[in-house]
Antibody, heavy 123, light 113 residues
């Protein structure tokens, strides 16, 4: 059974860096059939796709966040990570990691999700 | 960005009746070279992550009851829940996955009347 679990600090100060890790069990991040990525949902708002990564370490970023985010892979631990720099209150959200079904070299639909982790940006 | 607009924002349907949700994209999500619509539907129950119900506009994921069906092409899509059950109470989201950023609709809340 595929499981994804987000972990990281739940409170981050403005202007600092948000760092989250997703630990995957039941599948390998080196599986070339899938991509891995992050999405978020601000309280009471809709979902936003943040970005994804392939086993080759090719990354795909939402253009509106591209200047502030980094997604990376640690295949030895079967984990992938998200860093968001220079956070503001607008980055307060429930962050999800997810497996993506790929098509034409891009991550597409998210077929397995973690439970999510609420990260609050506040001083 | 592709703007996805769902309607209605919420609806209340009697048990056993049909619920219909619309999703309209500001631009076509049909990719002509492969004739695929890059459109997904997700179900999100309270306190849970979204669950992929339908991909490619009309392909049900494994294990999804056949009372859930997706239709449409180009810019106009519909999720239909026939024979609504109590466990279908949730927020339903559409998402386009053709153009980066992959954008979602605002969500439609389905309740029991």
């Amino acid at each position: 059974q595929l499981l994804l679990q987000e972990s990281g600090p739940r409170l981050v100060k403005p202007s600092e860096t948000l760092s989250l890790t997703c630990t995957v069990s039941g599948d390998s991040l080196t599986n070339s059939d899938f991509f891995w990525g992050w999405l978020r949902q601000p309280p009471g708002k809709g979902l936003e796709w943040i970005g994804g990564i392939y086993y080759s370490r090719t990354t795909f970023y939402n253009p509106s966040l591209k200047s502030r985010i980094t997604i990376s892979l640690d295949t030895s631990k079967n984990q992938f990570s998200l860093k968001v720099n220079s956070v503001t209150a607008a980055d307060t959200a429930l962050y999800y990691c997810a497996r993506h079904i790929g098509d034409s070299g891009w991550p597409r639909f998210s077929d397995y999700w973690g439970q999510g982790i609420l990260v609050t940006v506040s001083s | 960005d592709f703007v996805m607009t769902q309607s209605p924002d919420s609806l209340a349907v009697s048990l056993g009746e049909r619920a219909t949700i619309s999703c309209k994209s500001s631009q076509s999500v049909l990719y002509s070279p492969n004739n695929k619509n890059y459109l997904a539907w997700y179900q999100q129950k309270p306190g849970q992550p979204p669950k992929l119900l339908i991909s490619w506009a009309s392909i049900r994921e494994s294990g999804v009851p056949d009372r859930f069906s997706g239709s449409g092409s180009g810019t106009d899509f519909t999720l239909t829940i026939s024979d609504l059950q109590a466990e279908d109470v949730a927020v339903y989201h559409c998402q386009q996955c053709l153009n980066n950023p992959f954008t979602f609709g605002q969500g439609t809340k389905v309740e029991i009347k």
